[in-house]
Nanobody, 117 residues
Framework: QVQLVESGGGLVQPGGSLRLSCAAS????????MGWYRQAPGKERELVAQ???????SYADSVKGRFTISRDNAKNTVLLQMNNLNTGDTALYYC???????????WGKGTLVTVSS
């Protein structure tokens, strides 16, 4: 079983920055692709960014050029650096990790990001 714990959410003004982090823990697993999803009130959960074990990244069009995802395979952590935030980024952000061999998806409980003046 894999547990994911997110941190780094909070309240920020438009144009500001936040960094989200997620740590995976457990035994007997190898983490493959890790990513961040978000869900705004009244909307479906959407993929924000993801990174493969080999470091290949992909981003939602809405965050390209503003967000950067990175990971540390040795520590089983993934970071999301969010710059130039706008009110449209307000959402509950979830960490996701996929088991490299089995393909099981794991989710964190979410961390709230609020962008408001």
């Amino acid at each position: 079983q894999v547990q994911l714990v997110e941190s780094g959410g909070g309240l920020v003004q438009p144009g500001g920055s936040l960094r989200l982090s997620c740590a995976a823990s457990g035994v007997g697993f190898t983490i493959g692709t890790m990513g961040w999803y978000r869900q705004a009130p009244g909307k479906e959960r959407e993929l924000v960014a993801q990174i493969t074990r080999g470091g290949i990244t992909s981003y939602a069009d809405s965050v390209k050029g503003r967000f950067t995802i990175s990971r540390d395979n040795a520590k089983n952590t993934v970071l999301l650096q969010m710059n130039n935030l706008n009110t449209g980024d307000t959402a509950l952000y979830y960490c996701n990790a996929r088991d490299y061999f089995v393909g099981t998806n794991y989710w964190g409980k979410g961390t709230l990001v609020t962008v408001s003046s």
